[in-house]
């Protein structure tokens, strides 16, 4: 079969700050295939797509549409070429109705005048000859006049097209015009590709899964040739996902080309045609899906194993020292997001949790920190100062915590915007943890120390401890925050993607930390993306899925793929390998199927 | 890796790439050194100076006269100078008061009502107990009820903005009508005939020192400034309300109530211009009108935002504003311009720094500029480029300090030594 | 007596249904422009000095033509409004400057302006030009006094009253019920959206803003050629300030400020017909719109629901490089 092009990216190279998202990244897209993005978080899915739907725009490279070279500055651009992208966080107005969300935007079909004048000139000349070839003998009947052509006269003509700019006009005010039935029209899209709706509805009553069905009826609706869709799958029920699977079958057939991001391979292998494979912002290889299978890209996905020389000591002293049990969460939108997690925390060992990004490991931390709210479960920590008495920490806020004694230190994720004031400096930000000291008035001196040893020693790059740290480079950034985080002497250290764009040497700085902590005894939780890394680094590695534990493996016995496999599928799949995607999705839906993160331990 | 000189398709591909782009770009700029900044905005302070000049002539006025006249209005007589020091001292006291709410990016514009309500209470003192105690004590007395009539006004809007999250910019705008509403109805008991203009009320005047009046309100506000300076740099209070202005998520981290900050926040804020209220009345007019605060509840704002909430830059700016105000009435004056011209002179002003503040945040690039530029030494220019992307390797690569923010030849071979490092590894 | 009161409520309102029309149609895209006030006062100095210079070129107040003085005040406010929308937009928009800020700055300098302006005309012969203009303003369709209460309702006014409510109520249709309208809801409620649905977010917040402070500057104008009859009086900003208030208490809906404007003119007017009031019981009326705005923009918070908030990105400004 003849294969046409529809979009062709070439060299295309992004950087944010000094974190390279895409690194000459060459892709084509043909007209007529579902192609699947795959890679690991991090690895540069989104941004490349995002390039593409004109929301960020690359260093270098090209795009080809069609063959053509094309400029895609805004959104708006990308509409022209027809590229509609779904996104994973919903562009959507609230407070509007679903249907004036799709219609949002919408521009006028272009009136061209001196077409419709040559359509007007044609029309009436064919029908004058009607009405000279008219027979009236041939049209008997009493309402035959009815059907008599009508003669347009020489100056009826002239003073029609002498008005057509006035139609042109109307033809706008009349678009332009939001009339009641409006939302019919587009539900009447939306009854023909299956999608059952009510599009009346406002956004804000609207379930998570009803608005990513609206975003998808939304660029349906908008004509696109070339689809995005990011992670579009991960809301949806099973028979969501099968009539959307549907529709992408039925826009492939009629030639549009389909590109979706996803991790979840059982997805890529069911309704992708070639599958693209990102890594670390590098295109890694596109192979056919037919010749290829879940194994090989896994390996694909994860990389070649590589050595990383990191130093693991033998844990000793392992005490528990956190125990999380049954933990149930749910996001503002009621989606459950921590799924009756259980696991330990020890003293003396690093604990890896792996998982895709949004599995559930922010909310996890969070919850332990006294920063998320928690349905169910308990939280319960050991204090070593007290002979391992236990301490209840659930539904405490975090100076509660503080408070009880106990000594949990947090990096979060969100470097900037959570663990550290970018707009404040060193000195200042250290003080986060410690101002609460003293009477009324702050002590910058033992702050401006501690600054200083954490320069000195983590060797942060800085013109002085006076600078603002949004100025620093995200290594030493991250230097701050953990230097800062292990200097309270926790007793359990958490850290969110601690190395998440950071380069080699800052990387093994911060690994070396986390060693160091261990030896000490404290209880690491370090929930990382890199599996080499997790798999260097730790003593037990916990996955999870969907906010659900998938197994516990032994870091010094694991293999890549074994996690790449958990990370992907939930518990079914772990243990009874045969059952399929859809019978997965109906039991995570279910309330009785929570028990089985709990088994797979 | 990334070298150019063997690739010269790149480097058109860069030119076509600028071509394609809208010819001016505009990007968030971060370090601009302060100096810069200030240079910046005495550009502004000269070019408004000099609008306001050209209309004064073309009202018939004369374009050195203008200046002279400025000058004169304000250091003629030590007068002259105690009263602008004086309405700086005003000015930039309601300005401190409004920082620490801006600060927290509590957007209360309330400040005129506040300081009404200071005025307000601080009256009601005066008429009410004037002559039944000391001197002494009555403005004590004075300075408590102000301190409470501006902190009640301020700590209404911050209750419902902590617990409903209440707009707090139209709340606070709606109470300055209310606080204008409420002197008009007092007025009209206190007054008998309906004039609606109360007297100079006699007693709990404040004394005055060295034979001049409003010294007194000067050191006050001296004082304050000094204490808000403080409060905001060294204190808890001050690091906790910049932390919420910064990062709700950082300050939740670190378990920091906000509610709490919101509320405290606004009772200092509100007290402060209570105490405005109180030098207004007390120290000031010795009497109250709907217009006491005269909009300089508006015009702190200005000055706050424009200060970037720094005491000191504020201190300057309510001196400029001070400055233009009573020099421009003098010129009015003088050429017998409208009773308007000094708000209209202190509006330009403030336009002309509200825009040159862009150029202290914003990177504009000219993409023509650009091309003509990497056109005629086409060399230089692509250098830049690559030493861009250096730089991002530099800082991954090795803590060679003085290298990574200065592009130096050198510091690209370390940045290739980074970037062979990595390729090993990952390969 | 009550029609009287009710028509006179109805024709004083006028000044804060253009204000808060305007006031709206801006707020709509997310610009909080407090510069309203001195929008109003720049547009009674733009709508005074074109009448004033027609009439001059005239030679004799007497040979106008009610039409042109008309056509010429309204033009001429709109022109002088547009600009300092112009301004407005170009600091906030381009400049990315502070909207409170550069709100503020535009209403000290509006009501400057126009002292700086018209103070000029006060004392001069132009006075009684604008008093003989201003009939061309206040007369009403009827021949003679209204006789009856249909005719005093409804039909006793210049022309600008009725101009008021037709915008307003094309305003709340074009809002409501056109795609640009819908457009233009989305910029304000959520600015990246819209940018993401291939709508210039700049683009309507400069075409908006011009357009509310042209609409809002009528108010200046009516202020002063209706109201007053052509009198000079520099106290439009603080029915300025109303005309923001009006905007919350209308619940961000052209259709509602206008009733919402004819209770704050009843109340406004009030003190003057209820004879037997105190001078203090006066003035607490006159207290009342601004309570009652506050008490709706609490209830609002505390039981809103979704479609009575403010515009959700009100008051920021649009950078699509920070999202």
């Not at chain 1, 009447?188 to 608005?211: C, H, P, Q, T, W």
């Not at chain 1, 949806?236 to 991790?263: W, Y």
């Not at chain 2, 005269?294 to 000191?312: D, Q």
């Not at chain 3, 795609?179 to 989305?186: E, F, M, P, S």
């Amino acid at each position: 079969m003849e294969k046409t092009v529809a979009i062709e990216l070439r060299g295309i190279t992004k950087t944010f700050g000094d974190v390279v998202a895409n690194k000459n990244v060459d892709l084509d897209v043909y007209r007529g295939e579902i192609l699947s993005i795959l890679g690991e978080n991090g690895s540069g899915k989104t941004t490349l797509m995002n390039m593409i739907a004109g929301i960020y725009f690359p260093d270098e490279g090209h795009i080809y549409i069609n063959g053509e070279e094309v400029v895609i500055k805004s959104p708006k651009d990308a509409f022209a070429h027809r590229i509609g992208m779904i996104h994973q966080h919903f562009k959507l107005v609230d407070t509007f109705s679903a249907a004036d969300n799709i219609i949002l935007g919408e521009k006028c079909p272009k009136f061209d005048l001196k077409a419709e004048r040559a359509k007007l000139v044609e029309a009436h000349k064919a029908e004058n000859e009607a009405y000279e070839n008219y027979d009236e003998a041939e049209h008997p009947g009493p309402l035959a006049y009815m059907k008599k052509p009508k003669f347009h006269s020489e100056k009826e003509t002239k003073r029609r097209l002498a008005l057509m700019p006035l139609t042109g006009i109307w033809k706008k005010i009349k678009f332009n015009w939001l009339a009641k039935k409006r939302a019919d029209v587009v539900q009447d899209i939306a009854n023909r590709f299956g999608f059952k709706i009510d599009l009346k509805k406002k956004i804000y009553d609207m379930s998570v899964s009803e608005k990513q069905t609206v975003e998808i009826i939304k660029v349906l609706y908008r004509g696109a040739d070339i689809l995005i869709l990011d992670e579009p799958t991960a809301v949806l029920t099973p028979q969501e996902i099968e009539k959307l699977f549907d529709v992408l079958r039925n826009m492939k057939a009629a030639g549009k080309s389909i590109i979706i991001i996803t991790h979840k391979l059982n997805e890529v292998m069911e309704i992708s045609d070639r599958v693209a494979v990102l890594r670390k912002g590098e295109h890694i290889a596109t192979v056919n899906t037919a010749d290829t299978n879940e194994q090989q890209l896994t390996e694909m996905m994860v990389g070649k194993k590589v050595s990383l020389n990191i130093d693991r000591t033998e844990p000793h002293d392992v005490k528990n020292r956190l125990v999380v049990s049954g933990l149930s969460a749910v996001d503002p939108d009621g989606v459950k997001v921590l799924d009756n997690v259980s696991f330990e925390a020890r003293s003396g060992e690093i604990l890896g949790i792996a998982g895709i990004a949004g599995s559930g490991q922010r909310q996890l931390l969070e919850a332990i920190a006294g920063l998320y709210k928690v349905k169910e479960g308990s939280i319960t920590y050991f204090d070593p100062s007290k002979d391992d008495a236990p301490v209840d920490l659930r539904s405490k806020t975090p100076v509660q915590i503080r408070d009880l004694g106990v000594r949990l230190s947090f990096v979060p994720e969100d470097r900037l915007g959570m663990g550290l004031v970018g707009n404040m400096d060193l000195i200042d930000n250290m003080m986060l943890r410690s101002y609460r000291k003293g009477f009324m008035f702050l002590d910058r001196k033992s702050p401006k120390k501690l600054a200083e040893t954490i320069v000195e020693e983590l060797e942060v790059v800085t013109p002085s401890t006076h600078t603002a740290v949004r100025k620093l480079s995200g290594g030493n950034v991250q230097k701050v925050l953990v230097g800062r985080e292990i200097a309270a002497s926790p007793s359990v250290l958490m850290a969110a993607y601690p190395v998440r764009g950071l380069d080699i040497n800052s990387s093994y700085t911060i690994y070396n930390l986390l060693n160091d902590q261990k030896e000490k005894g404290v209880a690491v939780i370090f929930v990382g993306e890199d599996l080499d890394v997790l798999i260097e680094l730790c003593d037990r590695i916990l996955v999870i899925c969907a906010g659900r534990v998938t197994g516990v493996v032994d870091g010094r016995r694991a293999i890549k793929e074994q996690i790449g496999l958990l990370m992907t599928k939930t518990s079914h799949d772990v243990d009874e390998n045969q059952i399929s995607i859809d019978d997965l999705h109906t039991e995570s839906e279910n309330d009785t199927a929570n028990s089985e993160g709990g088994d797979a331990q | 890796m990334r070298s150019v000189t063997g690739k010269p398709s790149k480097f058109d591909a860069f030119v076509d790439k600028l071509k394609k782009e809208s010819p001016i770009h505009i990007s968030k700029r971060v370090d601009m050194p302060a100096w810069k900044q200030w240079l910046i905005r005495l550009a502004a302070i000269v070019v408004a100076l000099f609008i306001c000049a050209i209309i004064t002539v073309s009202e018939g006025g004369d374009f050195g006269g203008f200046f002279v006249q400025l000058g004169n209005a304000n250091f003629m007589q030590l007068r002259n100078f105690i009263v602008l020091l004086q309405e700086t001292a005003i000015l930039l006291l309601i300005a401190l008061a409004i920082t620490p709410a801006f600060k927290m990016k509590f957007w209360n514009i309330g400040a005129e009502g506040q300081v009404l309500m200071g005025g307000l209470m601080c009256a009601t003192c005066m008429f009410y107990l004037g002559g039944k105690m000391s001197n002494s004590a009555l403005i004590v007395v004075m300075l408590i009820a102000s301190i409470a009539g501006g902190a009640i006004w301020a700590v209404i809007p911050a209750l419902f903005k902590a617990k409903w999250n209440t707009n707090e910019t139209l709340f606070t705008l709606m109470l300055n009508y209310i606080a204008m509403g409420l002197i008009s109805f007092v007025l009209t008991i206190w007054v008998r005939s309906g004039s609606g203009v109360l007297g100079v009320l006699r007693y709990g005047q404040f004394p005055r020192i060295g034979n001049q009046p409003y010294v007194l309100n000067i050191i006050i506000v001296a004082i304050i400034t000094v204490l808000i300076w403080i409060y905001l740099r060294f204190s808890k209070h001050g690091y906790e309300l910049s932390v919420v202005g910064e990062s709700i998520n950082t300050a939740k981290y670190i378990g920091i109530s906000v509610p709490k900050v919101i509320i405290r926040t606004m009772l200092l804020s509100g007290a402060l211009c209570g105490i405005a209220g109180w030098l207004l009345v007390g120290g000031t007019s010795y009497s109250i009108t709907t217009n006491t605060a005269g909009g300089r509840g508006f015009t702190a704002i200005l000055i706050s935002w424009l200060g970037h909430f720094e005491p000191i830059s504020m201190v300057v700016f309510s001196l400029i504003a001070a400055f233009l105000s009573k020099g421009a009435s003098q010129v009015a004056l003088t050429y017998h311009l409208s009773g308007s011209f000094p708000e209209i002179i202190t509006s330009i002003f403030f336009f002309a720094i509200i825009a040159c503040e862009f150029f202290n945040n914003y990177k504009v690039k000219f993409n023509f500029a650009h091309f003509k530029k990497s056109k005629e030494q086409g060399g230089e220019a692509t250098t830049a480029v690559i030493s861009d992307s250096e730089r991002e390797d530099g800082e991954k690569g090795i803590e060679d300090t003085a290298e990574e923010h200065i592009e130096q030849p050198t510091s690209e071979g370390a940045a290739l030594e980074g970037k062979d490092l990595e390729g090993e590894v990952t390969e | 007596m009550f029609w009287t009161f009710l028509s006179r409520s109805i024709r004083f309102s006028t000044i804060f249904l253009y204000g808060s029309t305007g006031e709206i149609i801006t707020e709509k895209s997310g610009h909080l422009n407090l510069g309203v006030p001195g929008v109003m006062c720049i547009g009674a100095v733009g709508g005074c000095l074109g009448i004033n210079a027609y009439l001059k070129t005239l030679g004799s107040a007497a040979d106008m033509s009610a039409f042109g003085v008309v056509i010429i005040g309204i033009l001429c406010a709109l022109l002088a409004g547009a600009l300092a929308g112009l301004l407005f937009s170009f600091f906030t928009v381009t400049l990315r400057c502070n909207q409170n800020v550069t709100g503020l700055t535009l209403t000290t300098f509006g009501a400057a302006f126009m002292k700086f302006m018209l103070g000029d005309l006060e004392n001069s012969s132009s006075v009684v030009n604008l008093g003989t203009a201003s009939r061309a303003f206040t007369q009403s369709m009827l021949p003679s006094e209204p006789s009856n209460w249909f005719e005093q309702l409804f039909l006793s006014y210049g022309v600008l009253v009725y101009l008021a409510i037709a915008i307003a109520i094309a305003a709340a249709i074009i809002l409501k019920r056109t795609r640009t309208g819908l457009n233009l809801r989305a910029v304000g409620e959520n600015p990246a959206t819209a940018d993401a649905a291939g709508i210039s977010v700049g683009k309507y917040r400069y075409l908006s803003t011009i357009l509310g402070c042209a609409i809002a500057a009528l108010g200046g104008l009516f202020y002063i050629m209706d109201s007053l009859g052509g009198a000079l009086e520099f106290t439009v900003d603080a029915y300025g300030w109303m005309a923001v208030a009006l905007v919350i208490f209308s619940i961000w809906k052209p259709n509602w400020a206008i009733l919402g404007s004819i209770l704050f003119g009843a109340l406004y007017i009030a003190p003057n017909y209820l004879l037997n009031l105190s001078f203090s019981e006066k003035e607490i009326i006159k207290l009342l719109p601004y309570i009652v705005t506050v008490l709706v923009l609490i209830i609002t918070s505390i039981f809103g629901k979704r479609s009575v908030q403010p515009p959700a990105a009100l008051g920021t400004t649009y950078f699509r490089e920070e999202r």
